[in-house]
């Protein structure tokens, strides 16, 4: 009886409880909208940097973590490969040499990190063929290729075929240098990718440096797998390795990650907050308009603590009804720039600088929804409180004489 009472006086002032409607479809649409756009810029960059750059885990030489020097190598590097691709969650992996130098072009020179690389394992462990943007992935080059970010290229102000030239210490500490022709140029958000590294083929930097085996392996893990289940597994087989999932390469990303978490709660409650404060307001004209009809419930027998259910029962119908109708048309908006993506190559330029991409691809997960639709029930249910402790201080004779 409560509940039909209740519902039947939504919709005696239905342009009050359609502006309180609208107002919690809107807030929703609105939060829903902001976290896939937040999810966009923040999980984006992240997944950019661990899929293309550092990969889930990294297993080096513990020394040659300390000063880089290319003489503390992995020893039995593509052994070591073979048999964790055997294990369960490991999707690929690959070796890779590492040497600090310079790359010179006849106009400029530039600092980089020299990757020597397998084309075909570097390619499922990072997707670096994906990011060609133009020439090729190796290939049109039969001798010394090289592969150089955009930004790169533009500063040293070279194209494909051109030749550049690479100077590094060799393993014998001697100043090495040698010609190579641009094959191709990486299009990509990441500043490393972009400017920072330069890869060559592995056979040509280890023939050059003087060295064998690797200095880094990566390793790619399926979605959703405990990195540090791996490393555990690989340091017990392993123990004179260094192997460290990407929070421990890159602790910057693990700290955005937080933030991220501690920002979306934080961006839930000033949404709801405000939701809160139009809940109330509206709600409390509602019972300062019925006194003498919430006077003459009391007086005939209904007791007070129906009274306070009654216009609770109110206010969560209205949230349960502004819920569903703002989170499907926050998922709808989300479906659609899913796809498409936001263009902002308006603002290239600056966000290429930050390492973001110029075109925004939000999403938001399942689990959110539910986060929003718990939110809005209770906030509701908070809005209605105050309004309801109202009704209940009535005293009948007086809201009965009330005009």
């Known amino acids: 009886m409560l509940i039909k009472i209740a519902w039947r006086n939504i919709w005696r002032s239905r342009g009050r409880s359609l502006v309180v409607l609208g107002s919690i479809v809107v807030g929703i649409w609105a939060l829903v909208a902001a976290v896939g756009f937040m999810n966009g810029f923040i999980v984006g960059y992240m997944a950019d940097s661990i899929n293309h750059d550092i990969s889930n885990i990294q297993i080096h030489n513990p020394e040659f973590k300390k000063d880089k020097e ?42 980089v990190q020299i990757r020597g690389i397998k084309p075909k394992e570097e390619a499922k462990v990072t997707q670096l063929d994906s990011l060609i943007g133009d020439g090729a992935y190796f290939e049109g080059i039969k001798r010394n290729p090289i592969l150089i970010g955009k930004k790169l290229a533009e500063k040293l102000g070279v194209k494909v075929k051109s030749k550049v030239v690479l100077t590094f210490t060799d393993s014998h500490q001697n100043l090495t240098s040698a010609a190579f022709r641009v094959a191709g140029i990486i299009e990509s958000s990441s500043l490393n990718l972009n400017e920072g590294y330069a890869f060559v083929l592995h056979s040509d930097l280890t023939r050059l440096l003087g060295v064998q085996d690797a200095h880094e392996i990566a390793i790619l893990t399926d979605p959703q797998v405990d990195e540090s289940i791996i490393v555990t597994k690989y340091q017990s087989e392993y123990p004179g390795d260094l192997a460290e999932t990407w929070r421990e390469i890159a602790p910057e990303l693990a700290l955005i990650q937080e933030m991220y978490s501690s920002m979306l709660y934080v961006l839930i409650t000033i949404v709801m907050i405000a939701l809160v404060f139009g809940i109330l ?65 308006a603002y290239s330029e600056g966000l290429e600088s930050f390492g973001y991409s110029s075109i925004l691809y939000p999403y938001i997960e399942n689990s959110t929804y539910w986060t929003i639709a718990i939110a809005v029930i209770i906030t509701a249910f908070v809005g209605a409180v105050y309004p309801a402790w109202k009704a209940v201080k009535l005293k009948p004779v007086e809201a009965l004489h009330k005009i």
């Open 70 to 111: 290319v003489n503390y190598i992995i020893t039995d590097a593509e052994t070591k490969i073979d048999k964790i691709q055997t294990w369960p969650g490991v999707k690929a992996a690959t070796s890779r040499v590492l040497v600090n130098g310079m790359i010179a072009s006849p106009k400029k020179a530039a600092g």
């Open 281 to 345: 307001n509206t709600m409390l004209m509602a019972v300062l308009e019925r006194f003498k009809e919430l006077g003459m419930l009391m007086a005939v027998g209904m007791a007070r603590i129906k009274v306070f259910g009654m216009v609770l029962l109110e206010t969560i119908f209205i949230g349960i009804l502004g819920a569903p109708i703002g989170l499907l048309l926050g998922w709808l908006t989300m479906f659609y720039y899913t796809q498409v993506g936001i263009d902002l190559s």
